[in-house]
């Protein structure tokens, strides 16, 4: 047995799905099922019981799991232990607007409970570069939103929110209970710096389905996008879980995609504190 088998029946054993688990360790579903069935030879006993509609966990597989959490645990605080000797126990964690509240709390006990000794810094960035400089190296992982270019970046989603339209309260449309983009064509739009990531622009502005925007003022926070539509009466799109000033008001809107908060990485870092990281947000937000 060594850390990396275990690691991978601990996924299967809490996705209670093949398919579902290797998106989560992004790899394909054939070299982790013999990963599987490799560990089940070694130890000589089945651990998992497959069907069409999932997979459920022997008793022996059930022994396995909860000592294979506590060693993967001791093997993470291990590894800490060795990393803080060495002076290089910190993780750089990149956010974007608010995305670190939205990750909640439970994520930051669960990695200081895990890594005491870890020091963590925070690197907010601005909407010019939603991998929140994970791409340049300055961080070790981000949390932010989709959608941006991930190319050689890993991702995992830690929850969906639906999406509204910004708009002054004594707007008339912020009378409606929801509302649609077609709605919204004719309105001034707030626009993002030039060189942001183009994925990420479009589905913030509205714009996937190539509809003409009249251009608003640039903004490059969540409190920029905010006084635009209070001052000037601009529009801009927001997860509906934004706390808004008074005098502004969110509005469904009931076709536009939501929004998805991840937990991204480099897939090239190989720092362990970075998987332990990925693997303690999988747990929280399977």
Known sequence: MDLRALSYFVAVAQERHFGRAAVRLHMTQPPLSRAIKRLEDDLGTVLLLRSAAGVTLTAAGAVLYDEA??????????????????????????????????????????????????????????????????RAGLVDVALTRAPFDTTGIGTHVLRADPVGVVLRTDDPLAQHDALQMRQLVDREWFQLPEGTDPLWRAYWNGTATDTPRRHGPVVRTIHECLQAVLWNGTIGLAPLVHD???????????????????????????????????????EIYR
Not at 251 to 274: K, Y
Request: no cysteine.
């Open 244 to 282: 808004l000033p008074a005098g502004l008001r969110s509005v469904p809107l009931i076709d536009m995609p939501p929004s998805r908060l991840i937990l991204a990485w480099n897939q090239t870092n190989t720092n362990p504190l970075i998987s332990s990281f990925t693997r303690i947000a999988a």
């Open 69 to 134: 959490r506590t060693l993967l645990e001791q093997a993470d605080q291990l590894r800490t232990r060795v990393l803080g000797v060495a002076g290089a126990a910190t993780v750089t964690v990149g956010v974007l607007a608010d995305s670190g509240e939205q990750a909640g709390h439970r994520l930051a006990a669960a990695f200081r409970k895990r890594h005491p000794h870890v020091r963590i810094a925070i690197r907010e960035a601005d909407f010019t570069d939603p991998s929140t400089g994970l």
